[in-house]
């Protein structure tokens, strides 16, 4: 053979291969560049409705106190005096937005801070879903939770779930990577995960049961003293600085009452709370196709259903049991719903083929058709809870309070400094404290320390109060007067004794049963005079 024949065979040689890795690079980017515009695709649904008339109503009671907290720890001029930094819960959020804060206190800023955790969840959502059932199973638990109205609605909202349920569902992923690859340093991060759970939101906590729960049962998984030590070690480390800052504060005290009154309050809903209020706000459809896929697919169970079980099962029977109950408490369990219901969807067609050739494809149709609907009707509903109008509901957790933003700021420029207000309860007073820069109290907070929030100083005697002069403004509030009519009367009753005159109104405008739109009163603020 010449030395020209072997070049050219070296030629053909090495080009086969060239060729080849060029096919692999295309397809490998094409593959790449289709999963980065389906995942852009998920986080500009999740960022639409979230942001889509984000700030048309100002806070509700919550947001008022998370934010004035933060504006406290930026040390924010009149608000630092009126909302103390230690209150009921951890403060990682609330340090957070404070660093926002330093370039000035606003309620949408913090609102974008919030929608912006909510979004990151989403995709963590992606990641776990990923990890355990593969790419199709991770994008639609990842779009399920996008569109989902209870995740929507609470990080729309200044709240403390939202990044409570972020590092809660970044804890799940990390246990999941643990029990696939047995790794210490995965086990390790878990500990670390489920302390800035806790530094989120104290309730988080509970989640360690489910992590007990799952390797309790789990006997597949082979977990070593010596890390799980670690792991919790790691834990209380991320933990300590709520702690510390409290002793060193002087704000133990504070936390001891927050403790016994939570122990000792009485229930705020009825027990069949959560049963008939967050099925709707999760999707019913997603979580019969959750459900469903456990029982259909029970031959392919693992330690993976284990894990995403008693996710869902630990929280929802504590909170079912704890006398307080929120909107927005279950949160955590979202996740591991979306994800189920992913699986159910992705795999239940290449399972149950049966024996016809096409039975297959007809199961694929199957579960497109009512991954649409399910996606469609989250939408739908997602979409009209956030219209303006819509969002303002009485119910803790859903939105903000009509009017209150508006009141606030009337006050702010019409009220003077020293002025002090006397409202029907505490979430209007929070409210009022925020935007209108002024000490408020709640009528109803009740002088008995196991009845009320230790955060909030109680009006004994209101008579006496007015008759001295220390209080000269009175505001009445829709909200708060559907809650509790006895205090509403109470307040008007001393409206009308000492010579209350009405100097400010706040409405809205509501349809009517016939159909017309009607203004309608949700905030009045009266003088009054000794």
Do not use: C
Not at 104 to 113: C, E, I, K, M, P
Not at 338 to 357: D, E, F, K, Q
Not at 417 to 429: C, E, F, Q, R, V
Not at 468 to 483: C, K, P
């Amino acid at each position: 053979m010449d030395l020209k024949n072997l070049f050219s065979i070296s030629g053909h040689v090495t080009q086969r291969p060239l060729s080849n890795t060029s096919a692999i690079w295309w397809q490998l980017n094409h593959v790449a560049v289709i999963r980065f515009a389906r995942i852009a695709a998920i986080m500009a649904l999740a960022i639409v409705l979230r942001l889509w008339g984000l700030n048309q109503i100002g806070f509700n009671t919550d947001e008022a106190v998370y934010s004035g907290q933060a504006a406290a720890i930026a040390q924010s001029p009149i608000l630092k005096d009126i909302f103390p930094v230690f209150r009921a819960h951890p403060l990682l959020f609330q340090f957070s937005l404070a660093l926002l804060f330093k370039f000035g206190v606003s309620d949408l800023t913090a609102r974008l801070l919030a929608v912006a955790i909510g979004v990151a969840t989403v995709y963590v959502v992606y990641r776990l879903g990923s990890l355990l059932y593969g790419e199709g199973a991770g994008i639609l638990a990842a779009l399920i939770m996008a569109a989902m109205p209870y995740h929507v609605i609470v990080t729309r909202q200044v709240l403390l779930d939202g990044p409570m349920v972020l590092f809660s569902t970044l804890t799940l992923y990390l246990l999941a990577r643990y029990a696939l690859t047995e790794r210490s340093v995965w086990l390790h991060a878990v500990g670390i995960g489920m302390g800035l759970t806790f530094l989120a939101k104290e309730t988080g906590l509970i989640l360690i049961g489910a992590v007990y729960a799952f390797f309790a049962l789990a006997s597949e998984i082979n977990v070593r003293v010596r890390d799980l030590v670690l792991s919790l070690i790691l834990m209380i480390v991320i933990m300590l600085p709520f702690p510390l800052s409290l002793i060193l504060a002087g704000g133990s005290k504070v936390g001891g009452q927050y403790l016994v009154w939570q122990l000792f309050r009485r229930p705020n809903h009825t027990w069949d709370f959560y049963l008939t209020t967050v099925p709707g706000a999760i999707g019913i459809l997603v979580i019969i196709v959750a459900l469903l896929g456990l029982w259909l697919l029970r031959k392919q169970n693992t330690w993976r259903e284990k894990l995403l079980v008693w996710w869902i099962l630990v929280p929802v029977v504590f909170f079912q049991i704890w006398p307080t109950k929120g909107f927005q408490y279950l949160l955590p369990v979202a996740p591991a719903l979306a994800v189920l219901a992913g699986r159910m969807l992705t795999h239940w067609p290449s399972i149950y083929t049966g024996n016809s050739p096409n039975h297959s494809k007809n199961n694929k149709w199957i579960s497109v058709t009512i991954g649409g609907i399910m996606i469609l009707s989250l939408f739908a509903v997602s979409w009209q809870t956030i219209q303006p109008g819509t969002s303002g509901t009485f119910l803790a957790g859903t939105g903000g309070v009509p009017g209150g933003r508006e009141a606030g700021e009337w006050i702010q420029q019409n009220i003077p400094a020293n002025a002090t207000l006397l409202t029907i309860g505490p979430s209007m007073a929070n409210i009022i404290e925020f935007y209108g820069y002024r000490k408020a109290y709640g009528i109803s907070v009740s002088p008995n320390p196991l009845h009320r929030n230790p955060s909030y100083e109680p009006i004994n005697n209101p008579n006496l109060v007015l008759r001295m002069g220390d209080i000269q403004y009175l505001v009445w509030d829709s909200y708060s007067a559907e809650r509790s009519s006895f205090f509403s009367e109470r307040l008007l009753a001393l409206a009308a004794r000492f010579n209350g005159r009405v100097i400010h109104t706040e409405s809205v405008l509501v349809t009517s049963e016939n159909g017309t739109q009607i203004s309608k009163p949700v905030i009045v603020i009266y003088m009054v005079h000794p």
